[in-house]
Each structure stands twice: as C-alpha cells, then as structure tokens.
C-alpha cells in the first residue's frame, strides 16, 4: 500500500494531469484536495482528448474511485456539465464521490472575481475570473455554502435569501452591477443539488476507510506550488494551497499516512496571469515554446507567458512539498533548440540570490542568473527509455536533478500515455533518502 501525493513543482500548468493519469493505474482512489474550476486538466488516451476542471482525472479508470475533497470549491453547473461530457464518452461517473463539506461557487462568486479584477486596474492579480478568490473568501467570512448545505433545501433557501440580500449591496453598491434574483438563483441550483445528491459522502471517512483497507490513495493538487496562497509568491496565487501539507487539511487527513510526495515540473517554465516571472523570455524563444508546447490555459484559452526552468523556484518547491522525486514533463518541447538556459540563481541589486524574495517588489527586481548548456537539436518524441534520449537531453536532465537535489522518477516526451519514460517506480521504488548521495551525486536519473 502507497498512499501519495502529486503537486505542481512550478505555477500550475505543470502536465500534472497525464502525470496523475499514470499513477492513477495503480490507484484505488483518487482525491482532489483544493482549488476548483480554475484548474484545468487535459488527458488524451488514444486520441481522445478529455478536458477536466474539477474531477480527477482517474475517472478514466473503471474502477477508481474519485474523490473531490472538502478543501475543494465546487461550481456545480461546471462539475454537471463534465460529468455529461463524460457520460457522452461512455466513461462511467459511478465512482465520482464529492465531499458535503467543500463549498459551493455561487453565481455571485463569479461575478464578484470579474468585478474586482477590474476594479483592481494595474493592480489585478489576473484570476480565471471562476469565482475561485470570492468563494473562498466566505468560507473564511465563515457565510459559504457547503454541499452539505446545497443538499437541504430549507436550510439553503433560508441562508441564500440573506446571503443574496448581502451579496447584492456589494453588487449594486460597489460594482454597479444589477442584483441577482434571489428565487432564480435558489430554484436554479436545487436543480443542480439533485443531480448532484447521489455523489456526495462524508469524504474524510471514506478516505479514512480505504486507509484501513490498505488500498492506495493518490491525492491530486491543482494549480502549483508558486500559487500556493501561504507558500506561493503572494499576491500573485490562488486562493487555496496546491502544497503537499494542503492535501491532509484538503483530504481530511493526517500526515502520517502519506508515503510519498511526487512533484511535477514542466523542463521549462510557464506562468498565467500576473506577478513576476524572472526568467521570462519574451520575444521569439518565448513565442517558440508557447507554440511548441501549445502553452494555452485549459480553462481560459490564455496564452502562457513562458521562459528557462527556474531552479531558485524549484528547489523552493522541493523544500516545501518535501518531494521524494520529480516527473520532469514536455521535455521534447526544447527538442529544437541549439542552446538551453537554466537559471541557477537570481541577481537581486548585486547580490545572488538563490532563494526568492517573499517581497513582490523584490522580486520583481530580481534577475535569472543563466547556465547555458546544449541542446539536442532532434526528436524526443519517441523515446521510451534513458537510452534512447540524445546524450545531451539525458545532461540536461542530470543537470535538472542536481540543481534540485531530488532524483527524476518520470519524463514526459508528449501528451500521450506512452509517451513517457518510467525511470524508477514513483510509488514502490526507493525512497529519496536511499538514492541521495552525500556528494549530490547519483540523486538524479541514473
Ligand atoms: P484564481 O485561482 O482564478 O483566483 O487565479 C489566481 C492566480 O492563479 C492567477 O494568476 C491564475 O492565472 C492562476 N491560476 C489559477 N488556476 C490555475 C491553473 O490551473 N493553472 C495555472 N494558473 C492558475
């Protein structure tokens, strides 16, 4: 038995879904444990291509079961219409379960996330616009709605009634914007709740459960660690936290039962939305991996700003996830390239830095300090094991795993499922303590 977690070692984006897709193989269950339609998840399985927001993409197994967790924010009419995507696919949705104590995106969510974004002028921090920030922020303000609450129609039509009545004041008074009617609103998601009730459970007690009988549980992040909003580089984050340590509060469980923590990265960099981004490339280079890697968001269709692997951010991302290993993803994007940069540290007013400044205007400042090393200049794509790769792919990836002191268990060389080198079993393969060696040697692909 294995229980694992999976997260993003970068700013979300980082092809976690293929990654999570292949664990799931040898998962019983699957839980996504924050975040919520702002995440977007594409798997391609023969051709077909599934695009997901909200459920795990373990789905695609028969015989998983996929568990959207209580730190979760859930958009109903967005969770219906997947699940009649996928009931049009013939895959079956029998096994999804959702927890009754994640919270519910109201239509206000929505509307509040794309008023203040324009509200906030320069200062936006270039949301999805889903919603996500304003549900998140009632269930701190401790006024959200829950599942539990959305599948008690007395109990709901009482709390939307004053909920709408409040929400409507900032609505008219501060954005300008017409009110919700609150019947509408009401009779609208008891529609939903319907459809939705034969999926909810009490999650932490069936997580609990499959604990007990030893079966193996992936816990799925959305987003990645950078957006992380305690960890991430704030105020440019989510609203939730993508970290490791997110998936016991967002699952309902203790820390003791986890066994692995696998991070996911991109071998270059990609972020959405705002905030710094050191190693930016802009101009032609940048263009050529947004096109190459089809860099565009699942969810909003926008284009990724892209640029070199960041090493500062990701061993920040190793530390905090306390990763065992990394799947090391859209390798075969950089095929073309004469040269390749990583950026080993950053320049801030004279001084090298290698970790990042928690002050946004700092590190806003700061400027990637390059290692260049050469590129392989031909295809990647139909590699299946280390031998196969051009020697300078396999350096480069040597390099990556030095730079980050964690050893490379998956590369990823294209969308498909085969498409995919297996360098050391993630999930029953050694621990990191075993591989690491005191020199920092032989902690990378071997
Ligand atoms: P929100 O999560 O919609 O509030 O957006 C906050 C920040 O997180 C913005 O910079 C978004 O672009 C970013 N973000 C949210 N979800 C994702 C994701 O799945 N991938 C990459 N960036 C994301």
Same mark, same amino acid.
């Given at each position: 038995?294995?229980?694992?977690?999976?997260?993003?070692?970068?700013?979300?984006?980082?092809?976690?879904?293929?990654?999570?897709?292949?664990?799931?193989?040898?998962? !019983?269950?699957?839980?996504?444990?924050?975040?919520?339609? #702002?995440?977007?998840?594409?798997?391609?399985?023969?051709?077909?291509?599934?695009?997901?927001?909200?459920?795990?993409?373990?789905? /695609?197994?028969? #015989?998983?079961?996929?568990?959207?967790?209580?730190?979760?924010?859930?958009? $109903?009419?967005?969770?219906?219409?997947?699940?009649?995507?996928?009931?049009?696919?013939?895959?079956?949705?029998?096994?999804?379960?959702?927890?009754?104590?994640?919270?519910?995106?109201?239509?206000?969510?929505?509307?509040? =996330?794309?008023?203040?974004?324009?509200?906030?002028? !320069?200062?936006?921090?270039?949301?999805?616009?889903?919603?996500?920030?304003?549900?998140?922020? !009632?269930?701190?303000?401790?006024?959200?709605?829950?599942?539990?609450?959305?599948?008690?129609?007395?109990?709901?039509?009482?709390?939307?009634?004053?909920?709408?009545?409040?929400?409507?004041?900032?609505?008219?008074?501060?954005? #300008?914007? $017409? $009110?919700?009617?609150?019947?509408?609103?009401?009779?609208?998601?008891?529609?939903?709740?319907?459809?939705?009730?034969?999926?909810?459970?009490?999650?932490?007690?069936?997580?609990?459960?499959?604990?007990?009988?030893?079966?193996?549980?992936?816990?799925?992040?959305?987003?990645?660690?950078?957006?992380?909003?305690?960890?991430?580089?704030?105020?440019?984050?989510?609203?939730?936290?993508?970290?490791?340590?997110?998936?016991?509060?967002?699952?309902?469980?203790? $820390?003791?039962?986890?066994?692995?923590?696998?991070?996911?990265?991109?071998?270059?960099?990609?972020?959405?939305?705002?905030?710094?981004?050191?190693?930016?490339?802009?101009?032609?280079?940048?263009?050529?991996?947004?096109?190459?890697?089809?860099?565009?968001?699942?969810?909003?269709?926008?284009?990724?700003?892209?640029?070199?692997?960041?090493?500062?951010?990701?061993?920040?991302?190793?530390?905090?996830?306390?990763?065992?290993?990394?799947?090391?993803?859209? /390798?075969?994007?950089?095929?073309?390239?004469?040269?390749?940069?990583?950026?080993?540290?950053?320049?801030?007013?004279? =001084?090298?830095?290698?970790?990042?400044?928690?002050?946004?205007?700092?590190?806003?400042?700061?400027?990637?300090?390059?290692?260049? /090393?050469?590129?392989?200049?031909?295809?990647?794509?139909?590699?299946?094991?280390?031998?196969?790769?051009?020697?300078?792919?396999?350096?480069?990836?040597?390099?990556?795993?030095?730079?980050?002191?964690?050893?490379?268990?998956?590369?990823?060389?294209?969308?498909?499922? =085969?498409?995919?080198?297996?360098?050391? !079993?993630?999930?029953?393969?050694?621990?990191?303590?075993?591989?690491?060696?005191?020199?920092?040697?032989?902690?990378?692909?071997?």
């Amino acid at each position: 038995m294995a229980n694992v977690i999976v997260i993003g070692a970068q700013w979300g984006d980082e092809g976690k879904g293929k990654i999570t897709d292949l664990l799931s193989r040898s998962a !019983d269950v699957v839980v996504r444990y924050q975040g919520g339609v #702002n995440a977007g998840h594409t798997v391609v399985v023969q051709d077909q291509i599934f695009k997901l927001h909200l459920i795990p993409s373990g789905i /695609l197994y028969p #015989n998983t079961e996929c568990i959207i967790g209580s730190g979760t924010v859930v958009d $109903p009419k967005v969770l219906l219409e997947e699940l009649d995507q996928l009931k049009a696919l013939n895959i079956s949705t029998k096994n999804l379960l959702i927890s009754e104590t994640a919270h519910v995106t109201m239509p206000y969510h929505r509307l509040i =996330d794309q008023a203040s974004e324009e509200f906030r002028g !320069d200062h936006k921090i270039g949301t999805t616009k889903r919603g996500i920030g304003p549900t998140y922020a !009632d269930k701190s303000e401790r006024i959200g709605i829950r599942v539990v609450d959305l599948m008690d129609p007395t109990g709901f039509r009482e709390h939307l009634r004053w909920t709408i009545e409040y929400k409507n004041v900032i609505l008219e008074k501060l954005y #300008n914007l $017409p $009110p919700l009617d609150p019947e509408a609103v009401i009779d609208e998601y008891l529609g939903y709740a319907d459809r939705l009730r034969p999926h909810v459970v009490d999650s932490s007690m069936r997580i609990y459960e499959a604990v007990q009988q030893r079966r193996n549980i992936l816990f799925e992040g959305a987003q990645g660690t950078l957006l992380d909003l305690d960890h991430g580089t704030y105020p440019y984050v989510t609203s939730s936290n993508p970290v490791a340590g997110g998936a016991c509060v967002g699952g309902g469980v203790g $820390p003791t039962i986890i066994d692995r923590v696998i991070g996911v990265a991109k071998a270059y960099t990609t972020r959405v939305g705002e905030g710094p981004f050191p190693a930016e490339l802009e101009g032609e280079l940048g263009k050529l991996l947004c096109d190459r890697g089809a860099e565009f968001g699942t969810t909003t269709g926008r284009k990724r700003r892209c640029g070199w692997f960041d090493a500062v951010i990701g061993r920040y991302a190793v530390r905090i996830n306390g990763l065992d290993c990394l799947a090391i993803t859209k /390798l075969d994007v950089l095929d073309e390239l004469d040269e390749i940069n990583v950026c080993v540290a950053y320049d801030l007013d004279g =001084d090298r830095c290698l970790d990042f400044p928690s002050n946004a205007r700092l590190f806003a400042r700061c400027h990637p300090i390059y290692k260049t /090393l050469p590129g392989w200049k031909q295809s990647t794509a139909h590699c299946r094991s280390l031998e196969d790769l051009p020697t300078q792919a396999l350096d480069y990836l040597k390099f990556l795993a030095e730079l980050m002191e964690v050893p490379i268990a998956i590369v990823s060389l294209g969308a498909n499922r =085969d498409q995919t080198i297996i360098v050391e !079993d993630p999930i029953h393969g050694p621990k990191r303590a075993l591989l690491h060696d005191t020199k920092g040697q032989e902690v990378g692909v071997k």
